[in-house]
């Protein structure tokens, strides 16, 4: 695991600095702290930063071919490279190294982009080519490793992370002020735009080619919803899952430094350790976060049950509201894109913990949203089955939908009222779908009067839209899964992952998003998924006897932090301060009476924690960002 960055001038004869490259690199230096290294040529220059995981005596990095005509700084891991390297020795390829970012050197030479096709595992990488004069930048399928660029006329800067893009000083630190509505509705930012102004995400499953000053991306791999599901048994189905899943742990837990599991008590993270304790003869070593005090569910129980059944050295820990609020500002700083995700900062502090045991951890991200685990998938696809079963009373039940926060003071039932009129997938946004924000957002009340003039919001909605317009006629459930896996996965859980961890300096592996797993789950029909009521159904019965049966019944917990007391009580006067004081409001975006308002209701019971850090994370962010400025919360 590593961190990347570069720059090409896109005028043949400009020169890039060397200086410049070496500063964008250490400015990531907590995601590669073990090497070093820079390849400076003329209008191009490439800067890398190493976490040594394979190969640890030779993997240094920029790393060429046989005749150094082509270059590349590489970051992330290829599971099937050893296999690569023999099809390339036997087509007479000369290796120098046993890593596997040269096996993606001669892929290069042998096939060109389309070698992309062929790597399986998770990657941000830039190759040139000198003969040809381009530039390629890539992510691998699902968008496990995140890859950052700014392309202007005279230009192209790219790094693993923005705070490497910073450093060159022909790019602006200026907001995109009409994306703050999208943030603020979707609690992250999904597609390719960011909050600052010029900078892109690459799309996962996309490579970007620079050629003769033009600049064409092209997307080279994506899940198929068009393909009937197969014809194929539950049970046959379960073996070849099982198989399936016990090759990719197999193959994540390749590496030449310690590998341990992020065990969170629960199906995905239990399934993963049960197959890795079986790829190795050493002890694994498992880590969780937990809390206790009746506010959320204490996951270490169920962790500590699951470390004993498979004889781990197992470490847990919990964190303060002291903690929570001293990291708020590194969070931000690390995170770069706004993303309302408390619990990523527990995450931040159990991935400290286990550096100083292993270098990689495995985790069970992915398996809701490859097995439709969230229940919010049950209950649409239930919601849809009523709505064409009775259409003519869909108005009376909306009716009384909507009157359960009233009468019931239920919100989760509530929030389906305004669906019964709505079609699908016009109103599926993200597994966090909420109604009552995508119409309108709550936030949006808050908005100034100028400002809210200028909000669009189907500008807003339009990442989303795409594909929307895209599972329009296909499976309800095959089209969340899919929406999910473009957005709510990359945007917000796997960039939460990847930034948390390799804040310290640990690689992050998550096997159920092997793109052969994807393929699989998704070419399965949708009852192998949602059976009934039962979610994630064929991965619990295909990892039943392996999975503790006090695990495989337990309610869903996702990974709990009680961050919505804490922001009532401990950090109450702290947000209050930021979020009103003169400089928040004289950004123009919000009224300060509507953010008091916010922050009343929030203390006095009425659940706006979410929408409350929402608004303490930007304006951090633009305190960091845009002015430099160190914030501190304490």
Request: charged residues 25%; aromatic residues 10%; contains cysteine.
């Amino acid at each position: 695991m590593c961190g990347i960055c570069g720059k090409l001038m896109l005028d043949g004869e400009a020169r890039v600095s060397p200086e410049l490259v070496k500063r964008m690199a250490d400015n990531i230096v907590h995601r590669g702290p073990d090497d070093e290294g820079y390849y400076v040529a003329g209008p191009v220059g490439l800067g890398f930063r190493r976490l040594s995981i394979i190969d640890l005596k030779s993997g240094h990095q920029p790393l060429s071919n046989e005749d150094d005509t082509i270059w590349i700084v590489f970051n992330g891991e290829i599971y099937n490279y050893q296999e690569l390297r023999d099809l390339l020795l036997s087509e007479g390829h000369v290796f120098k190294t046993r890593t596997d970012t040269e096996v993606i050197v001669h892929l290069f030479e042998e096939f060109g982009p389309q070698c992309l096709e062929k790597l399986r595992g998770m990657f941000a990488l830039a190759i040139w080519d000198s003969n040809q004069k381009t530039l390629l930048l890539a992510r691998d399928r699902v968008g496990i490793k995140p890859l950052y660029y700014c392309l202007t006329d005279e230009s192209l800067v790219f790094g693993s992370e923005i705070k490497a893009i910073l450093v060159d000083p022909k790019v602006k630190r200026e907001i995109a002020p009409e994306l703050i509505d999208r943030f603020l509705t979707f609690l992250y930012m999904p597609g390719e735009e960011t909050l600052l102004s010029g900078i892109q995400k690459l799309a996962p499953g996309h490579y970007l080619l620079i050629k003769d000053g033009k600049a064409y991306v092209q997307q080279y791999w994506d899940l198929d919803l068009a393909k009937p599901p197969r014809n194929i048994s539950l049970k046959d189905a379960e073996a070849e899952l099982q198989n399936l899943l016990a090759k990719t742990v197999k193959l994540h837990m390749i590496a030449d430094v310690p590998v341990g599991v992020l065990l969170s008590g629960g199906v995905d993270s239990t399934a993963v350790l049960s197959l890795a304790v079986n790829s190795t003869d050493k002890r694994m070593s498992t880590f969780t976060v937990g809390f206790s005090g009746g506010q959320v569910a204490d996951e270490r129980p169920y962790a500590r049950l699951v470390a004993e059944r498979y004889g781990t050295q197992h470490y847990d820990m919990s964190i303060t509201a002291k903690d929570f609020a001293a990291f708020i500002p590194r969070y931000v700083w690390h995170m770069e894109e706004p993303v309302c995700e408390p619990p990523a900062i527990a995450m931040y502090y159990v991935s400290k913990l286990a550096r100083n045991h292993v270098t990689v951890l495995l985790s069970g991200e992915g398996g809701d949203e490859a097995f439709a685990g969230y229940g919010n998938y049950r209950n649409l696809v239930w919601l849809e089955r009523f709505k064409q079963g009775i259409p003519a009373l869909n108005r009376t039940f909306a009716r009384g939908l909507s009157l359960a926060n009233t009468v019931l003071h239920s919100p989760r039932v509530a929030k389906y009222g305004p669906l019964m009129n709505e079609p699908f997938p016009d109103y599926y946004y993200s597994c966090t779908s909420n109604p009552y924000r995508y119409s309108g957002n709550r936030l949006g009340e808050a908005y100034s009067t100028g400002f809210a003039t200028t909000i669009n919001r189907e500008h807003s909605l339009e990442p989303v839209r795409r594909l929307q317009a895209k599972v329009r006629g296909r499976n309800m459930l095959a089209s969340m899964l899919y929406i999910d896996t473009k957005t709510w996965l990359p945007d917000e859980l796997l960039i939460k992952a990847d930034k948390m961890t390799m804040a310290n300096s640990i690689e992050l592996r998550v096997p159920l998003l092997d793109h052969e797993v994807l393929e699989f789950a998704t070419s399965l029909p949708a009852s192998f998924k949602l059976n009934g009521f039962k979610t994630k159904y064929i991965l619990k019965k295909a990892m039943a006897d392996k999975i503790p049966v006090e695990i495989r019944n337990r309610k869903k917990t996702g990974f709990p932090v009680p961050y919505e007391s804490w922001l009532r009580n401990d950090l109450r006067d702290v947000i209050w301060g930021v979020l009103t004081d003169r400089k928040t409001i004289n950004r123009g975006y919000f009224k300060r009476d509507a953010i008091e308002a916010l922050l009343k209701a929030n203390s006095n019971g009425s659940n706006y924690s979410k929408e409350v850090f929402s608004l303490l994370n930007l304006e951090i962010w633009q305190r960091t960002f845009l002015e430099g400025e160190t914030v501190d919360l304490q």
